[in-house]
């Protein structure tokens, strides 16, 4: 297999998978502040909980087991001292979730990148289009059978 050929089919994978990468990198730099679950006075929107659990779950609904902030937590005879220590996130915890943040908006500025550059290529253009189409109706079409 020539180098030309392997580039071609980097090319071809690329642009079928790229609205799948797009779409897991953009929703689950939403999730990793948890802006997808509702906590304290933050409700997030409707879509963004539809989003999240076709990220999490494959299906397009607004998940509801998030929201039972009013249900009696079992661990309520803990000393409150103890509770605040187990709320606060660890440093390491804090870096980590920024780090995959900054990795989330690369591979969707890389992405974007890599679909420009195929859609501007003259000779592959209509097939690229086509698989670019393909790759984002398909998941559309799974998840309204």
């Known amino acids: 297999m ?13 642009m079928l998978i790229a609205p799948s990468v797009l779409f897991f990198a953009l929703t689950g730099a939403v ?18 909980e539809k989003l999240s659990a076709i990220h999490k779950d494959q299906v397009f609904a607004a998940s509801h087991h998030h929201h ?12 409150a001292a103890h509770a605040d ?8 915890t804090v870096l980590l979730k920024w780090f995959f943040l900054v990795v ?11 679909l420009w550059i195929g859609l501007s290529h003259p000779r592959n253009q209509r097939t690229n289009l086509i698989l670019l189409v393909v ?11």
């Open 135 to 145: 790759g984002a109706v398909i998941p559309v079409l799974l998840l309204l059978v």
């Open 68 to 79: 039972d902030d009013a249900a009696p937590k079992p661990a309520a005879a803990a000393p």
């Open 31 to 48: 999730q990793l502040f948890s802006l997808h679950e509702a906590h304290g006075d933050y409700t997030p929107p409707p879509i963004v």
């Open 85 to 92: 220590d187990d709320d606060k996130p660890k440093l390491n």
């Open 104 to 114: 989330a908006l690369a591979l969707t500025g890389s992405t974007l990148a890599g």
């Open 2 to 14: 020539t180098m030309a050929t392997i580039r071609q089919w980097h090319s071809y994978i690329g």
